[in-house]
């Protein structure tokens, strides 16, 4: 009980950051919208961890070196052999 104690007035409130203040990165979990409504969800990886079937995406690819250090609510545009594609970062998550 003691060492709940001692754990508990030791523990610091951590602000969460505004979603505006969230910017992709390597670990990035991003959620897109695509301009028909299509939602697409990608995790940027090293080049080394890319699978695309596991929606894992290389930050060296041409969707992960657009979407970097974009914001949530950004619209990115990604130039890719098939032609200009727009997405929407509609949410970027951060975890394990």
């Known amino acids: 009980m003691r060492e709940l104690r001692a754990a508990i007035s030791a523990a610091a409130v951590v602000e969460e950051k505004a979603a505006e203040d969230l910017v992709v990165r390597l670990r990035s979990r991003v959620i897109l919208r695509t301009p028909s409504g299509e939602k697409l969800t990608y995790t940027l990886v090293p080049k080394t961890q890319a ?28 130039i890719a052999p098939v032609g200009e594609l ?9 975890g394990p």
């Open 51 to 78: 699978s695309p079937a596991d929606n894992k995406i290389s930050i060296d690819s041409p969707i992960g070196k657009a979407l970097l250090n974009h914001h949530q609510g950004d619209t990115v545009k990604v």
């Open 86 to 94: 727009r997405y929407q970062i509609e949410r970027i998550e951060f």
